[in-house]
Nanobody
């Protein structure tokens, strides 16, 4: 099982980034997919979630209207489009695949830094 995030980096406030997560080694289309983030000294928090067919999404209040999660089951990919980035969005972003309690996979994370 592998989840590999990419697309992180340094961006100025107000800028945009698109994170990607490539999944392999499991039946991707059976798993809900999530993006979490963890800032230094803070707990990991759920940023965005998408169901198995992509018809339902949920977002943390802090990113609503700025972030968009999507998935491509044909390519085993999940994305997080991040717009209007703020310094408080700085964190390591993790891709998560969730089937049910106790069956969940994590990527290694990708650093996003929002700074001028």
């Amino acid at each position: 099982v592998q989840l590999v995030e990419s697309g992180g980096g340094l961006v100025q406030p107000g800028g945009s980034l698109r994170l990607s997560c490539a999944a392999s080694g499991f039946t991707f289309s059976r798993y809900a997919m999530n993006w979490y983030r963890q800032a230094p000294g803070k707990e990991r928090e759920l940023v965005a979630a998408i169901n198995i067919v992509g018809g339902s999404t949920n977002y943390a209040d802090s990113v609503k209207g700025r972030f968009n999660i999507s998935r491509d089951n044909a390519k085993n990919m999940v994305y997080l489009q991040m717009n209007s980035l703020k310094p408080e969005d700085t964190a390591v972003y993790y891709c998560n695949a969730y089937l049910l309690l106790g069956v969940s996979y994590w990527g290694q994370g990708t650093q996003v830094t929002v700074s001028s």
